[in-house]
């Protein structure tokens, strides 16, 4: 009797984690345990470049510690994406705090994410940089499930787990 081998994550498979990112400090950033696992879509870009690559080839049930650069990870922390706006750039019946995320346009008319550092009056300090720019990023990880993505996932680039999509 032929045995199957086990499947291993490819370009076009969803694949389920659960995931602790640590500092190299061994300060926790952000975990899945305890919540739901993550679920994503191999090859479309949807986790960091350096675990996606880390993740490759693997199966389900394999446990693996993987340590990535700022380069593969969220990128070296740019100076220049630090600016000072007005506090009126910003709704006025919004109370802004310092880590709050906006979407914003930059002068291209090109998206982009920026994040409150600090509120100081009529002057908001702004960064382009995502808050993890410039560290490295300590994952332990478990996979947990692997499946081939539906052509409608393929499509649209993500996952869409049980029941279908309900995002657009």
Not at 24 to 53: C, F, M, W
Request: glycine share 12%.
């Amino acid at each position: 009797m032929a045995s199957t081998a086990p499947q291993r994550i490819a370009d076009g498979k969803v694949v389920t984690i659960h995931y602790t990112l640590t500092s190299e400090s061994g300060e926790t950033l952000d975990s899945s345990r305890g919540q739901d696992p993550l679920e994503y879509l191999h090859g479309a870009k949807n986790i960091v470049p350096g675990l996606e690559k880390e993740l490759l080839g693997k199966a389900a049930g394999e446990n693996f510690a993987v340590r990535v650069a700022p380069e593969e990870g969220y990128g070296a922390h740019d100076p220049k994406g630090i600016q000072r706006v007005p506090r009126d750039a910003f709704p006025e019946d919004i109370e802004l705090e310092p880590g709050m995320q906006f979407s914003a346009e930059d002068e291209s008319g090109r998206g982009v994410t920026i994040w409150i550092q600090s509120v100081e009056g009529a002057v908001v300090t702004i960064d382009q940089n995502h808050p993890l720019a410039g560290q490295v990023l300590c994952f332990d990880v478990s996979v947990e499930k692997i499946r081939d993505a539906t052509l409608e996932e393929l499509s649209h680039g993500h996952p869409h787990g049980p029941g279908g999509h309900h995002h657009h």
